[in-house]
């Protein structure tokens, strides 16, 4: 398996501008999280689905960002419009609840440059 | 409030010494913990695991530990190399009834050198 994918890698746009980022999760994995990181906050928690359902968004900062999983292979974090603040790494995980130890993977992550 | 405090923040240490990173938590419900190294650029990567009832787990070099009374890991690194240069994440699991969710502490960046 190739992993969590995510797409594009670098993102630089202007501010206004809507910007959308790409996940295609692990295939099989039920869980699927995206996170935000900035040298600031850390590692914080957008948003996750469960069998494609959004479980818990509280973490998503305000009501520019929405996140689909319209299937199990595929979803989008969307921000509308882009500001200059929302620059960070957007990472999107994916895991398989199999009990306790399920283990959660990561992509590489998307560098969003807003300017 | 879930939370997950790291110490220290940041950290230099000269290859081949040992160090230990320390994680405080206060998370409910508990579920696992998790150590993550991050290398820059890159997205991160499971180090160890470990439930409540355990209290030492080994990867190679890496050895987490875990007091379930005091909420508290630690992450020491045995014979450090150049290679250790990265953050180090400490990651508490919540499981409850709609699902699972991951708790990120601000994680523990490490210089090794020569």
Redesign the interface.
């Known amino acids: 398996d190739a992993g969590v994918i995510q797409s594009p890698r670098h993102e630089v746009t202007e501010m206004g501008q809507e910007v959308t980022l790409r996940c295609k999760p692990i295939s099989g994995h039920n869980s699927l999280f995206w996170y935000r990181q900035t040298m600031m906050r850390g590692l914080e928690l957008l948003i996750y689905f469960n069998n494609n359902v959004p479980i818990d968004d509280s973490g998503m900062p305000e009501d520019r960002f929405s996140a689909k999983m319209p299937n199990a292979s595929f979803s989008t974090l969307k921000i509308q419009p882009s500001e200059p603040r929302d620059s960070a790494v957007y990472f999107c995980a994916s895991n398989q609840e199999t009990g306790t130890l399920s283990e959660a993977f990561f992509g590489q992550g998307t560098r969003l440059t807003v300017v | 409030k879930n939370q997950v405090e790291q110490s220290p923040q940041s950290l230099i240490i000269l290859e081949g010494k040992n160090c230990t990173l320390q994680c405080n938590y206060t998370v409910s419900p508990f579920?696992?913990l998790?150590w993550y190294k991050q290398d820059t650029g890159?997205?991160?990567?499971?180090l160890t695991?470990m439930?409540f009832s355990e209290n030492t787990k080994s990867n190679g070099r890496y050895t987490a530990t875990l007091d379930a009374d005091t909420k508290q890991s630690s992450l020491h690194i045995t014979a450090s190399q150049l290679s250790d240069s990265a953050s180090y994440?400490c990651v508490v699991?919540i499981?409850n009834q709609?699902?699972?969710?991951?708790?990120?502490?601000?994680?523990t960046t490490l210089s090794v050198s020569s």
């Open positions: 579920s696992n998790r890159r997205g991160p990567v499971s695991i439930t994440i699991s499981k709609a699902g699972t969710a991951l708790i990120f502490g601000k994680g």
